[in-house]
């Protein structure tokens, strides 16, 4: 199929924006992919097109239903000009397994990283190339049925969008200040928080926006039966760093197996970091602050790559870690996996894949 991927150059081509002041997906490239889907002929129609809007039909099943699912992954330009992707086949298995929960159809993991390999190539003079820099690529599936039954639609489309991008959160390399929420629920064993769709992030909105109102970046998931167990923060999955141990809560159904997640605990055992994933209570984190033992926390994701906790607010008691300041641990893992994916860091793991 990848030989049939048609590619529409536009006539039109855009202005790059300061790669200074890029902020987050705020811009995008010259053109994006595009794939169809139907019961019939299962994928088909593969093509590289000018960016722009859809057109679809009121009706389309997806804005009733939500039949959806994204991923993100991160393109880098390296000081000698080759272009890197970091772990691209795992981001593509994970579209699987969210399509699975969502009854979307399959696609091959290898032609879908061809796809982003062929867009990349296309748009590969917007990769920015300043410090903390990147380009971000959003694939996505959605649902196309003109349709108001509720069902699973038996057309798709498989989309994939580029972005320049900076830094996720304003702080940077900084520490945020993240807010506990003991109201609301995000997901549940059971249902689609391990799934990166849409409704995940929509029935994180109301929370996000209260614990913007009290000043706080982002806001940190309890376990949506008990509201005891620590989950993850909306974009990031989470560690913390007691006793010289670091610990990360268990994938259990119900939050993201994050890729980042994935690298930081492969790289602390590198290290000969001791990582422990399991079940983690806030009043373990609590207890720990309280103790004087509680030395680091930060959050790992696509977007912000590692991001420092300096603040937890929890029921109303403030826990400031590391003295609100970027932990010695997640500064490390943060210039090993940055390093990696810039190509100023050997390799070790085969993670970074080459767009030729």
Not at 23 to 28: Q, V
Not at 45 to 70: C, E, N, R
Not at 148 to 159: A, D, E, M, Q
Request: aromatic content about 10%; charged content about 25%.
């Amino acid at each position: 199929m990848l030989n049939q991927i048609k590619i529409e150059r536009t006539a039109s081509p855009k202005s790059k924006p300061n790669q200074s002041n890029l902020g987050f997906g705020k811009y995008f490239t010259d053109h994006m992919f595009v794939m169809e889907y139907s019961t019939e002929k299962g994928w088909y129609d593969p093509k590289i097109i000018p960016y722009g809007p859809l057109h679809m039909d009121p009706s389309t099943m997806v804005f009733h239903y939500g039949q959806a699912i994204f991923e993100g992954l991160k393109a880098y330009k390296t000081a000698d000009g080759k272009v890197l992707l970091f772990r691209p086949s795992k981001n593509m298995e994970r579209v699987n397994i969210s399509n699975d929960r969502l009854c979307i159809p399959q696609i091959d993991v290898p032609f879908a990283i061809e796809a982003i390999k062929a867009l990349v190539k296309v748009d590969e003079d917007w990769i920015p190339t300043e410090e903390g820099t990147s380009l971000y690529i959003r694939p996505f599936i959605i649902s196309t049925d003109p349709n108001l039954g509720v069902r699973p639609s038996n057309t798709y489309k498989f989309i994939i969008i580029l972005s320049p991008v900076g830094a996720y959160y304003p702080e940077g390399i900084n520490p945020v200040k993240i807010y506990v929420e003991d109201k609301y629920v995000r997901a549940v064993k059971g249902g689609i928080g391990y799934a990166k769709t849409p409704g995940n992030y929509a029935a994180s909105l109301r929370a996000q926006m209260d614990a913007k109102e009290k000043g706080y970046t982002q806001v940190l998931w309890l376990d949506g039966v008990e509201k005891k167990y620590i989950e993850e923060v909306g974009t990031m999955n989470v560690f913390f760093k007691i006793k010289g141990e670091v610990l990360t809560p268990s994938l259990a159904g119900s939050i993201l197996a994050g890729i980042t997640r994935d690298s930081t605990i492969e790289l602390l055992k590198s290290w000969n970091v001791k990582i422990n994933e399991r079940k983690i209570s806030m009043k373990e984190i609590y207890d720990a602050h309280a103790a004087g033992t509680l030395e680091e926390a930060f959050g790992t994701g696509t977007a912000a790559v590692i991001s420092p906790i300096g603040e937890l607010n929890w029921d109303g008691n403030k826990i400031t870690i590391n003295n609100g300041k970027t932990g010695e641990l997640a500064q490390r893992v943060y210039n090993g996996i940055t390093g990696i994916q810039s190509g100023e860091v050997e390799d070790k793991f085969g993670w970074t894949v080459e767009v030729k």
